[in-house]
Structures are given as C-alpha cells and as structure tokens.
C-alpha cells in the first residue's frame, strides 16, 4: 500500500497563476485533511471532508478551493495564487467514521512544497 | 484563539538526556491527544496517543503524562538519542469526526 501520495512534490507559481494540488489515498478511509505548514505556526487546517461528498472548511481556508472527487482523492486548488501561500502542503485521511470509539489517527502524505513568487 | 498550546519552540539535549514537552489545552470536550514526530523533508507521523481515562502511557522510550485537572499533557523521551531529533508536534481532538487542532511544534536536537 502507497498510504498517502500527492502531487505534485514541489512546484514553483507567479502571482495570480492557479493550480491543484492532488491527493490520493489507498486506505479506504473515509475522511480526508489538507493542511499547510509554515515555520512557527504549526500544522493548520485548510479544509476537510469527512465523507465522500461533503467538506468542511478549517482555519485558514481563504484562497483555497476543495473537491472531494470520490473516495479516495481529495485535491486542492489555489485560483488565484499569492506570495502568502508560499507554504508546504499535507494531505492526510483518517479512518473516522463519525461515532465515538473510532480511532482518529491521521496518515500524512509527504507534502508539497509551493513557491509564490 | 490557540486551542492547544505547544511548548518549548526548541530543545537542544544530550545524548541520553529526559526532553520534556508540554502541551495545554482550553476545550474540556477534547478526549483524543495524540503526539506526531516529523522528519526534516517528511509528513508527520503518530508516534503515541492518550485518551483521559489515564494518566500516563508508554510506548517503548515515549511517554505520555496526562492531567485532566490541569488541561496539559507533556511527553517524555527517555534516553534520548540523535535519531529523535526531530520536530515533536501535539494535538488535540473530540474523538471521531472532528479534525485534530495541533500545537505549533518542537523542534528536538539531540546531540551526541
């Protein structure tokens, strides 16, 4: 099993160029997470989808789109990109399903490093 | 507002030293805390969780301290070696369908 992939690992944009990031997991794990990483915040939440066919946004989603394509791929999409999204990227799924009890581990992809010049 | 908060930002011990990192947290409904270890150029990975009907657990040189009363928690890597340097994050969560709040990080040096 691949666990988490995305793609793609690094990518470089101007300002106002668009992309999407992608996402894939091979668990069956029924939610997913997209996440960004920058030096002394810590991991924060961009969106979520915790079934097939919902999403959630987090804390910082301004900027951002999702699409919960099917079960197994969650991508992200920056429409208009901007120096402020310098970042690196995770995706992660988790199996929680909803009802206490469930064990709420989160697999992490191996990210992607984007660049907003 | 910062639901769980991380500290130290930075740690440096020695080989075979005790790092000790606290974390605490203001929403009395979480009841999953689990710790990721982040590799320099890799995702983070769970490395131990804790549920409140403990105190404490281990897992090998890791451990976990719970206080409920208090609202923290703190790991504890006995021995420590080179190879946990690495950034220590911890995390929060109602247990089930909500997604984890995660502190801002440590980053670990151990140096031989």
């Known amino acids: 099993n691949a666990g988490v992939t995305q793609t793609p690992k690094f990518q470089v944009l101007k300002t106002g160029q668009s992309m999407t990031l992608q996402c894939a997991q091979d668990?069956?794990?029924?939610?997913m997470y997209w996440y960004r990483q920058d030096p002394g915040m810590g991991l924060r939440l961009i969106y979520y989808?915790?079934?097939?066919?919902?999403?959630d946004k987090g804390e910082v989603p301004n900027g951002y789109n999702v699409s919960r394509l099917n079960k197994r791929e969650f991508s992200l999409r920056l429409e208009s990109a901007a120096p402020s999204q310098t970042s690196v990227y995770f995706c992660?799924?988790?199996?929680?399903?909803?009802?206490?009890?469930?064990?709420?581990?989160?697999?992490f992809g191996p990210g992607t490093r984007l660049t907003v010049l | 507002q910062q639901q769980v908060k991380q500290s130290p930002q930075s740690l440096i011990v020695q080989k075979g030293g005790i790092p000790i990192i606290n974390c605490a947290y203001e929403?009395?409904?979480?009841?999953?805390f689990p710790w990721y270890q982040q590799f320099p150029g890799k995702g983070p990975a769970l490395l131990i969780a804790?549920?409140?009907?403990?105190s404490e657990k281990k897992e090998g040189r890791f451990t976990i301290s719970f206080n409920k009363s208090a609202k923290q928690f703190s790991l504890h890597i006995m021995d420590s070696q080179p190879g946990d340097s690495a950034t220590y994050f911890c995390?929060?969560?109602?247990?089930?369908?909500?997604?984890?709040?995660f502190g801002k990080g440590t980053r670990l040096s151990v140096i031989a």
């Open positions: 989808s915790a079934s097939e066919g919902t999403t």
């Open positions: 992660a799924s988790s199996e929680a399903r909803g009802d206490r009890g469930t064990y709420n581990e989160q697999f």
């Open positions: 668990m069956n794990h029924n939610s």
């Open positions: 995390a929060a969560s109602i247990e089930g369908n909500t997604p984890l709040v």
């Open positions: 929403n009395t409904a979480f009841d999953y």
């Open positions: 804790i549920r409140p009907d403990v």
